[in-house]
């Protein structure tokens, strides 16, 4: 954007930081905006005043509106909605960029529907016992320093299936596991090899060995590796892929933890894996922890949800 300078009309204004003001004189230039700020907030003041000032602006009506969306009545249409999200999302970057990710939610649920970045956490079980067969390696490819071998874990453990795990890396870690899957082929049990870009050579042959094995149907090969450019086409081409990054934030975080606890048993009643019900529980039990009765448990879950959602 061209540097512009800030006319008198701005200055005077008291809720507006000269970085703010200098952001709206240089947004004013765009030609969408067809240099109507500085008479829009002259015109509503308060209501710019109060998106400025608001804890969550990107749920308010923009203070600015747009010239194609002037003297409409009837409900908005859905591109009218993205057009006034993509003015908010402007507004935010220099007025109030501390809530610019949240603004920015709301307009990619605005384009692409509010269920587009709320994606259901994978079900591993249903692929592995559904969607995959013992003749199908599972591939569980994910970022530098991120492993997702306890997700193998922590499923045998839930299904109550015999895995051996081995860590790829040294001549001896290949015999170990070449013995290890003759066996589990044999028993119908899991291997897990870790970290099997470690030894992209060997891999070729575990291809070529798996390749003929015969298997009880309950066999399953698992491996864990990083995103790397020397695996094996073929192996890649022969397994089913799943590909994992770390939950960003904490709120990632924390529904992740949720979506994976299946059940639990609180004072005899049985909670599902609904993590609604357990923010239920951490609000109720914050509430009797700080001895705060003046809050009814509607609004400490209302509370809590609109930090978290």
């Known amino acids: 954007m061209p540097n512009a300078s800030i006319p008198a009309e701005l200055t ?63 409900e908005p249409t859905p591109a009218s909605n993205t057009t006034r999200r993509l003015v908010t999302l402007l507004l935010l970057k220099g007025l109030r960029p501390d809530r610019l990710t949240a603004g920015g ?68 870690g290949f015999d170990l596991a070449d013995k290890a899957i003759a066996a589990a082929a044999k028993s119908g049990t899991w291997v897990l090899l870790k970290n099997i870009h470690l030894a992209p050579q060997w891999l070729v042959q575990l291809e070529k060995k798996f390749h003929g094995l015969e298997a009880k149907p309950s066999f399953r090969l698992f491996l864990t590796s990083e995103i790397h450019p020397l695996l094996p086409a073929a192996l890649l081409r022969e397994s089913r892929v799943f590909v994992f990054e770390p939950p960003p934030g904490v709120k990632a975080n924390l529904l992740h933890t949720f979506s994976s606890i299946r059940y639990c048993i609180i004072g005899g009643r049985i909670f599902s894996s609904n993590y609604y019900h357990y923010y239920y529980l951490f609000i109720i039990s914050a509430r009797n922890a700080w001895r705060e009765p003046l809050l009814s448990e509607e609004e400490c879950i209302s509370s809590w949800l609109g930090c978290m959602l």
Request: some cysteine; aromatic content about 10%; overall charge negative.
């Open 12 to 74: 005077g204004i008291p809720f507006l930081t000269e970085q703010q003001q200098r952001y709206l004189v240089e947004l004013n230039t765009l030609p969408f905006f067809s240099g109507g700020i500085t008479a829009s907030i002259l015109s509503n003041t308060k209501q710019w005043q109060e998106f400025i000032e608001h804890p969550t602006p990107e749920e308010l009506q923009s203070p600015f509106e747009p010239a194609t969306a002037k003297g409409k009545e009837q």
């Open 105 to 172: 939610s709301l307009f990619v649920g605005a384009v692409f529907g509010n269920g587009f970045l709320n994606l259901p956490e994978l079900d591993l079980a249903m692929a592995v016992e559904k969607e995959t067969n013992a003749g199908t390696p599972l591939l569980l490819c994910s970022t530098a320093g991120y492993d997702a071998s306890y997700r193998v874990d922590a499923l045998s453990s839930t299904l109550r299936r015999s895995c051996t795990s081995l860590a790829i890396g040294s001549a001896e």
